[in-house]
């Protein structure tokens, strides 16, 4: 589909927001819980900075992801809305 196609699609808008969402929220989810706890175990095998790196995950590197993923989030969703048309 054309991108002056999709213009006035709330239903693809809302499927590509929630897929970008849900994506995002994925990537947390394993950065966070995964890397600091599930995978703990394995990432301790290797540091950062003189410090097991599920523990380095667990504290501090899950928060970096979060920052990133904010930036992310932003410019794909400003992207979605000039695809889109919608003004944010």
Do not use: H
């Not at 927001?17 to 599930?38: D, E, N, R």
Request: aromatic share 20%; glycine share 12%.
């Amino acid at each position: 589909m054309a991108e002056t196609d999709r213009r006035g699609d709330r239903k693809g808008y809302w499927r590509a927001t929630l897929k970008l969402t849900l994506s995002l929220l994925g990537v947390w989810f394993l950065v966070s819980y995964g890397a600091g706890i599930l995978f703990q175990e394995y990432l301790d095998q290797f540091s950062i900075g003189g410090a097991p790196l599920g523990f380095w995950f667990a504290q501090q590197g899950s928060i970096y992801v979060f920052v990133v993923l904010i930036f992310v989030y932003c410019f794909a969703m400003n992207r979605l809305e000039r695809i889109y048309g919608v003004e944010g």
